[in-house]
């Protein structure tokens, strides 16, 4: 039975922020699950993949109750970033502030929630809240912001080389090598109170998801790295600290892949083979999230297979792997690339109305620069002039080019504010997506090699042949050749 398009309004939106009924079609997948049980802390995905969504689904959920969310989007980077640690190694100048910060929050989240009981180790954290925040719930964005912090209240006041803490400066000389220490001891004493409430008044597991710690983000620069990865020690340090001490408080940070790729530090390896996860979907999995969607606003019998007429397109592809060619495998293009297509086939004025082929070519132009605009928000914080590699393809103006060609024309773009020669350009132009080299495979066959599809693949710097994502041929202005 065909549905009828007529009856949809939307394919729902394409931020997770922004979906007022995200949680009616939301899709449980193996990531959830693996922060849920698997002791993942890192959850890593490009953007568009479903961070804000898995932390929509723990945090306004049913485990609501058991979720914080932070959202960095307006965060003082600028304040947090002078409360660095000059005691310490570059990576670990920020651990310090950011243990104290998630100190603060498990504080917080176990005095709301231990309100029906009486504890002795809430009298402490009250005080020291309401000292130095004026209340019981900070603000994300006060935490780290006061000069000094006051220390009172603590039934054992925390102790810096056997004398005891009054305050905390966090503004300090560039001769001041005590932040960090001081700070610490304040940590300790916050959450020896915290784990006691939440120990005694049995309150179970907390789920602190950091989000949105790229909104805004301009650059990439040395300081930001670092801040990162303090935050990455920070929380590692704390979830181990949290199983010595019996207790189950569990920050989770959720960061864009390309971010994550930038960051070096010694234990990298060990925290992606262990505690982090990818988010990749499958265009299967990528169907199911659409048919969940079909099926909330449509009815429970309505799946992609009913509203899509039965013609095949050019050269013999369904519609479904037209559509999901032109992704980078992500939730949002393929949203996107729908509610495009829905507002193409409604401009005709069949009362039934159904996808047809027609509908999906219409919608490419209009998609394109919509990948255009995502791939900038990913690529400028890298690589300022990417632009100008983009302007070489579209100089070549085929779907398929060759190192030398491209080796030609990009010296023609090329600004003297662009630092990447070719090969560098090519280098980057593959990871992140905008195109995928020929590889040979054993038995004389090729094909594309595309880091959104073979992450693992890396990079080949002896390619010869490249193809640009068939999802930017329309801004590109590309033709197809015939082979
Ligand atoms: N598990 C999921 N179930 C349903 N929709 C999802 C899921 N993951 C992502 N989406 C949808 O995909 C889009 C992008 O997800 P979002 O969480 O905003 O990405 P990110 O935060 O990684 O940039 C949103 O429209 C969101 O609703
Ligand atoms: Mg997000």
């Known amino acids: 039975m065909p549905a009828n398009l007529r009856d949809l309004d939307s394919f729902g939106e394409v931020a ?19 922060v849920e049980e698997g002791g993942a802390f890192l959850v890593i995905g490009r953007k568009g993949a479903g961070k804000t969504a898995i932390v929509r689904y723990f945090t306004e959920g049913n485990e609501r109750d058991r ?3 932070l959202n960095l989007r307006n965060y003082p980077w600028n304040v947090h970033a002078s409360r660095i640690d000059r005691g310490a190694d570059a990576v670990d100048a920020y651990v310090a502030s950011w243990r104290y910060l998630i100190a603060v929050q498990i504080a917080a989240w176990a005095l709301e929630n231990s ?4 504890n002795d180790n809430q009298r402490p954290l009250r005080e020291f809240l309401e000292a130095n925040y004026g209340g019981p719930r900070p603000k994300l964005s006060d935490i780290i912001r006061p000069a000094k912090l006051r220390v009172r209240g603590f039934n054992v006041a925390p102790q810096v080389l056997g004398n005891a803490l009054g305050s905390v400066d966090l503004e300090r000389g560039e001769g001041d090598h005590n932040l960090g220490m001081e700070l610490e001891a304040l940590t300790q004493a916050l959450l020896q109170s915290a ?16 989000d949105e710690l790229d909104a805004g983000l301009e650059e990439v620069n040395e300081t930001r790295k670092q801040m990162l990865i303090g935050l990455i020690l920070a929380i590692r340090g704390m979830r181990r600290e949290m199983v010595a001490l019996e207790a189950e408080a569990k920050p989770v940070l959720y960061l864009r892949t390309d971010l994550w790729d930038d960051l070096t530090f010694s234990d990298k390896n060990k925290i992606t083979q ?11 999995q990528l169907k199911d999230l659409v048919n969940v969607r079909l099926r909330s606003k449509l009815g429970d019998d309505v799946a992609w297979g009913n509203i899509i007429d039965e013609d095949l397109m050019r050269g013999s592809q369904p519609k479904w792997n037209h559509i999901v060619a032109r992704t980078l495998r992500r939730p949002r293009d393929v949203i996107h690339f729908l509610n495009v297509a829905l507002r193409v086939a409604k401009r005709r004025d069949d009362a039934e109305l159904i996808f047809s082929n027609r509908d999906i070519v ?24 990417w632009e100008e590699a983009l302007q070489t393809l579209s100089a070549i103006a085929t779907e398929t080019f060759s190192a030398e060609g491209f080796g030609e024309e990009y010296p023609r773009k090329k600004s003297a504010g662009n630092p990447c ?15 995928g080299y020929l590889k040979r495979s054993g038995y004389g066959g090729s094909s594309w090699a595309f880091m959104y599809e073979e992450p693992d693949r890396g990079w080949d710097a002896h390619a010869t042949q490249f193809k640009v994502h068939p999802g930017l041929k329309e801004h590109a202005g590309l033709r197809e050749e015939r082979r």
Request: aromatic share 12%; glycine share 4%.
């Open 16 to 34: 997770a922020e922004d979906d007022a009924i995200l949680l009616n079609y939301f899709l449980s997948t193996d990531t959830v699950q693996r």
């Open 67 to 69: 979720s914080r969310a």
């Open 115 to 118: 309100q029906a009981t009486f």
């Open 195 to 210: 784990v006691a409430v939440m120990r005694e008044c049995r309150l179970g597991a907390f789920y602190l998801h950091f």
């Open 274 to 284: 262990g505690q982090s996860v990818l988010i990749e979907w499958t265009p299967d």
């Open 362 to 385: 219409e919608s490419r132009t209009d998609y394109s620069a919509y990948l255009k605009r995502e791939l900038d928000d990913e690529i400028l914080p890298h690589w300022r002039r």
């Open 421 to 435: 020669d070719a090969g560098e350009a090519l280098r980057l132009l593959h990871r992140f997506s905008v195109i």
